[in-house]
C-alpha cells in the first residue's frame, strides 16, 4: 500500500521555524516529483513548493519564497519543507503529495497522485 506520512507540524510564534517531514511507505520517493500543499479553514487548497525527483529543481509559491525551504533524501525516501520566518497567514494543513510517472514538478493538485493525510501548522502569539 503507498501511503504517504507528514510530521513536524505545531504550534510556533510568528517569525519563528518548523520544519516538516513527508515520508513514504510502500514505494520509494526516487522517481515521484513531491509537492507541498497547505490548505487554510474556508479557502482552497494552494501549492507550496515542489521538488523534482532528481532535487535538481524547485519552485515556491510568491507568498513563501526566500522563507521556506523545499529538498529531499532520497536514502531516507522522505521530502522536507523547512519554514522559516513563519507568518499568520502560513496557519494552515500543510500536505505532501507525489506525482507518479513523472520527475517533473505541476502546479495543481489535481496532478498529484498520492496524498498524506495532512499535518497542522498554527502560527500564532
Known amino acids: 500500500q503507498l501511503q504517504l506520512v507528514e510530521s513536524g507540524g505545531g504550534l510556533v510564534q510568528p517569525g519563528g521555524s518548523l520544519r516538516l517531514s513527508c515520508a513514504a511507505s510502500g514505494f520509494t520517493l526516487d522517481y515521484y516529483a513531491i509537492g507541498w500543499f497547505r490548505q487554510a479553514p474556508g479557502k482552497e487548497r494552494e501549492g507550496v513548493s515542489c521538488?523534482?525527483?532528481?532535487?535538481?529543481?524547485?519552485n515556491y509559491a510568491d507568498s513563501v519564497k526566500g522563507r521556506f525551504t523545499i529538498s529531499r533524501d532520497n536514502a531516507k525516501n522522505a521530502v522536507y519543507l523547512q519554514m522559516n520566518s513563519l507568518k499568520p497567514e502560513d496557519t494552515a494543513i500543510y500536505y505532501c503529495?507525489?506525482?507518479?510517472?513523472?520527475?517533473?514538478?505541476?502546479?495543481?493538485?489535481?496532478?498529484?497522485?498520492?496524498w498524506g493525510q495532512g499535518t497542522q501548522v498554527t502560527v500564532s502569539s
Open positions: 503529495a507525489a506525482r507518479e510517472a513523472t520527475p517533473l514538478c505541476a502546479p495543481l493538485r489535481e496532478e498529484y497522485d498520492y
Open positions: 521538488i523534482t525527483s532528481s532535487g535538481g529543481s524547485t
